[in-house]
């Protein structure tokens, strides 16, 4: 008998954007830590893999102003997940941190640190960051192209693991004549000189019991996904739908092959959201009404604007698209969101086409096309689909994203979870002391935990 594939679960905090619904009752401060630990002890009782924190560099911006339902505070991301390994015990802790503005060797080191303080349950998710708004944030001003940011992001990967390679198991010695101390021979000293970067010394921290975090990558094109192939272990992506998730996971899994590695070292997790309804009608109109909730009349115009690149305020939501054309030629109107509208005019063309066929306001027509993948079902409906995906190699599993924080995450718990361990394909409980990559199932969890400490 074959055994089924394994889901994977991760549970991404909802944050800063506006497709966390404030307005929810129940929805609570972004940055107080009370939120982040309800979130994590939840996912915890959910058995999920890992929990999962985004990074903003900077607060976004449109005419010049902060707008109000998309961003509230960027705490750092380091110091939660810090502090979340001490009110946990067994759930992956995993952390956004770009490569294009920090240092190797600090970053290095504070992943490292994260490992131990979390008894092996720390995960880097590798982005580049977006453009030239965030890199002002910086000292070193300016900012690298695309592809210049993908190859400084592999060396940096690789520079990275030579640090927490550098010292070997059993580099730590207890000596009952001197107490504890380094043996030297076992510590390399790392001597890397590359096109991004010169680290020469001895990386301070001894080897995490992870030997390296789990690294996550996110980024989506070519260069992304080669990025993934030669160095992730999981990949978050966005292809959420059906069709789009299998063609996905059979490109970076061919690509896997290219490099040398097998197709199980790598997990793909697309993000999904999920409505859950007693039936499927009333899921759907759950559904409904969040989208409604995301996609409030000010949101509906900043969208519109962010294609349009002029101020759309006078318009009515419940009217027609504008009758204006794009201004193509003016500055970006918006800073620090990547839209990904290449043309502009002809967007706004298909726009106008399905508004009239479908007899769409602005707020309806940007409920629609706003929309991203995700489940809307009964909890049982839920739980087939996703199983669905992973046995019919779709993915690995989801990154699975609530619409409140720090609560939307307890209905999944309470009521899909037991689903999907009745199905068989999710676990009921942890195996005592694992790391990460051990939970995750990933063959390189037997490097795991050969320890420094005599
Ligand atoms: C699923 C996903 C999640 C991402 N999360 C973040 C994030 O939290 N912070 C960030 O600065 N960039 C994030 N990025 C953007 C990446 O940093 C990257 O700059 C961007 O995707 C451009 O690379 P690409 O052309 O390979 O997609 C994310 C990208 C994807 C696809």
Redesign the pocket.
Known sequence: MTSKRQVHLAAHLPGVNNTTVWSDERAESQIAFSSFEHFARNAERGCFDFLFL????RLREQKGRIHDLDVVGRPNTLAILAALAGVTDHIGLVG?L?TTFNEPLELAKQLATLDHLSDGRAGW?V????DAF?GANFRRGGFLD?AD??TRAAEFVELARELWDSWDPGAVVADASVGRFADRSRIRDVDHHGPQFDVAGTFPVPRSPQRHPVVVQ????D???DLAARHAEVV???HTEFDDARTFYTDVTDRLERVGRSKDELLVLP?ATFTIGDTQADAKERSRAIRRAQVSPATAIAFLEQVWNRDLSSYDVDGPLPDVEPDVDADAITRGR?RHAKDPRALVRSWRDRAAAEHLTIRQLVIEVSTRGGFVGTPSSIAAEIDRYVQERASDGFVVVPHTNPYGLDDFVDRVVPLLQERGVYRSSYDEGATLRRTLGLPGHVLDRQRVTA
């Open positions: 985004a990074e903003g560099l956004t770009q998710n982005v580049t960051s977006s965030h695309h940011r993908y996110a980024g989506d094109s260069e992304g996904r978050f992506s966005l993000g990547v």
